[in-house]
């Protein structure tokens, strides 16, 4: 729950973590990082200010894949039945399957950019 609850005091019960072990991994990106992170399976999917939307594999820390949209991707995704969702400043939703190769948008006005009716 985020912030310990439903009204997001901030105040978590129960004992955290007594020990810090170090850093498991850290990903380098072309730029800044303000996308919340959102695990998936063994994913870590994370957007960047490089105009790069990434999926990492969540125990090592290495890249899965990455996907070039036209501007910077600050929100936090959503995955819903295999589907990562998030916006781009280039005005696009993008929905890309979890497995990658292939990718859809929809222009965030009335037309669709394949030319066919609004999804």
């Not at 781009?88 to 965030?108: G, M």
Request: aromatic share 16%; net charge positive; hydrophobic share 35%.
């Amino acid at each position: 729950m985020f912030r310990g609850g439903p009204r997001h005091l901030g105040v978590y019960y129960g004992e955290g973590p007594t020990i810090l072990h170090g850093i498991s991994w850290k990903f380098h990106t072309a730029g800044e990082v303000v996308s919340s992170p959102v695990l998936s399976g063994a994913t870590l999917y994370v957007g960047s200010g490089d105009h790069y939307y990434y999926a990492l594999d969540a125990a090592r820390g290495s890249l899965k894949w990455k996907f070039k949209t036209g501007g910077r991707v600050s929100s936090t995704p959503a995955v819903v039945d295999s589907v990562v969702y998030f916006l781009s400043y280039d005005s696009y939703v993008y929905a890309i399957a979890e497995k990658y190769p292939f990718a859809s948008s929809l222009e965030s006005s009335a037309r669709n950019p394949r030319g066919g009716p609004r999804a």
